[in-house]
């Protein structure tokens, strides 16, 4: 099944303790992308990439890494969680510009 | 950069009848994509609709179809017949020709009512 696979679903963590939400797609995608989504402030782009080893900043990028080190996987990683970072976040990907995207099932992060 | 506007935070309507959400976009690009998003209680996003921008014909996939009005940048979501299912956030979203830089609106919530 064509899916984009995120990992985990839920997490609970305390401020400061490095994390990393996994991402990987089966579709063979070009472009994929990073979001977090918070009431009345819709889907903010964090990160995304165009191709192996090519990621640009969306809105939010302070606090989040990204790696794109091979086609499918491109993971989130928090090196120093805040509470402000706690959200719903979305990882998506699509074939290219003109397509668009398949979503995650989203990952709820709560930093206490 | 882009900017999406979804000026109708929530909205309801009767089952069976018309609705038509809005969405008005700012970008300097000629050439760009227009998407909508649906996002129901289970939180999966799901495509709703695309529209190519140099395409003046309007898209239509079954019940949904836009209005797009490329010199007001405008590009709003009519849903016709509309079912219980139909119950969910709605997402606008625009992103450049051969660029990954999509921006979402802050989203709608329909209610459909029986």
């Known amino acids: 099944e064509a899916q984009v696979t995120q990992n985990p679903r839920y997490l609970i963590t305390v401020t400061g303790k490095k994390l990393t939400v996994t991402c990987s797609q089966n579709?063979?995608?070009?472009?994929m992308s990073w979001y977090r989504q918070d009431p009345g402030l819709g889907l903010r782009q964090i990160y995304y990439?165009?191709?192996?080893?090519?990621?640009d900043k969306g809105d939010v990028p302070e606090g989040y890494k990204v790696s794109r080190k091979e086609k499918r996987n491109f993971p989130l990683i928090l090196e120093s969680p805040s509470p402000n970072q706690t959200s719903l976040y979305f990882c998506?990907?699509?074939?290219?510009?003109?397509?668009?995207?398949?979503f995650g099932s989203g990952t709820r992060l709560t930093v206490v | 950069a882009q900017t999406v506007t979804q000026s109708q935070p929530e909205m309801s309507v009767q089952e069976a009848e018309t609705v038509t959400l809005s969405c008005t976009y700012d970008t300097s690009e000629n050439n760009y994509y227009l998407f909508w998003y649906k996002q129901p209680p289970s939180r999966q996003m799901i495509l709703v609709i695309r529209?190519?921008?140099?395409?003046?014909q309007n898209a239509t996939e079954n019940r949904f179809s836009v209005n797009f009005q490329k010199a007001a940048k405008s590009f709003s979501l009519k849903i016709s017949d509309s079912q219980l299912g139909d119950t969910a956030m709605y997402f606008c979203?625009?992103?450049?020709?051969?660029?990954?830089?999509?921006?979402f609106g802050a989203g709608t919530r329909l209610t459909v009512k029986p």
């Open positions: 979203a625009s992103t450049p020709y051969n660029n990954n830089d999509m921006r």
């Open positions: 579709m063979n995608h070009e472009y």
């Open positions: 998506a990907s699509r074939f290219g510009h003109n397509y668009g995207y398949t």
């Open positions: 990439s165009m191709n192996v080893e090519v990621t």
């Open positions: 529209q190519e921008a140099y395409k003046q």
